[in-house]
């Protein structure tokens, strides 16, 4: 498999936290992403570090909110076996079957001041 993109971002989680209230988080965040944050000790750091993954998703398919994209066509998912994953629909589901990409894969953590997520899209 070949590279096809590569997304980083980082999240100063302090900042979103004073940021963050229920507009916001329906906005951004699909019902499972918001029950699983929620059930978090520190819900905040959680909801950061899914932002950051998805801002690196978009950053990784070279495309936005100007071409399209929304929050919600990116959704981070807990697997079973602890491992996170990013499903793509909608519009961000188009423009990787535009690009060929056939996996994605997400690195995602957070700890102290910042969230970080790296996503490749490999075809």
């Keep these: 498999m070949r590279i096809i993109g590569v997304g980083i971002d980082i999240v100063d989680i302090g900042i979103f936290k004073k940021r963050l209230d229920e507009g916001m988080i329906r906005e951004l965040f699909l019902p499972g992403e918001i029950e699983y944050c929620s059930t978090r000790a520190r819900p905040w750091e959680s909801y950061a570090a899914r932002f950051a993954a998805k801002e ?3 950053k990784a398919l070279s495309a936005g909110l100007s ?4 929050w919600k066509n ?3 998912i807990k697997e079973e076996s602890g491992a996170v994953s990013v499903q793509l629909n909608g ?5 990787a079957s535009n690009k060929q ?6 690195s995602i953590s957070h700890s102290g001041e910042n969230a970080i997520a ?3 899209m490999e075809g």
Excluded: C
């Design 56 to 58: 690196a998703s978009f």
């Design 91 to 95: 519009i961000a589901l188009e423009h």
């Design 74 to 76: 990116v959704e981070i």
């Design 67 to 70: 071409q399209g994209l929304r």
């Design 101 to 106: 990409v056939k996996q994605v894969r997400l």
């Design 118 to 120: 790296v996503v490749t």
